[in-house]
């Protein structure tokens, strides 16, 4: 057992409700949008100003289940600016 594997976090995924811009008539909708957090990062996915409460659920349990695939593999990781400066650009 000297290998150690790599711990994987257990990523959620939340609904939240979003206000859109008013119409120009004044009335003001509601858009349904999927949030996580990943390498650090929000990321948001957008489900549409029509898309009801069960379907946003149902997106959620299917992006939390693609999220958190064991047979997920992740080819690049993503890196700030700053990181990679000082990894390949301090000398």
Not at 5 to 18: D, F, G, H, M, S
Not at 32 to 37: F, I, M, N, P, Y
Not at 48 to 73: F, H, I, S, V
């Amino acid at each position: 057992m000297s290998e150690q594997l790599p711990i994987r976090k257990y990523i959620t995924v939340w609904i939240k409700n979003r206000k859109n811009p008013p119409r120009k008539d004044g009335s003001v909708t509601v858009s349904r949008t999927l949030e996580r957090v990943e390498f650090g990062e929000r990321r948001f996915m957008s489900l549409g100003k029509n898309a009801t409460l069960a379907y946003a659920r149902e997106a959620k349990k299917q992006k939390e289940a693609e999220l958190n695939d064991p047979e997920r593999r992740e080819s690049l990781v993503p890196i700030s600016w700053e990181a990679f400066a000082k990894k390949y650009l301090d000398t």
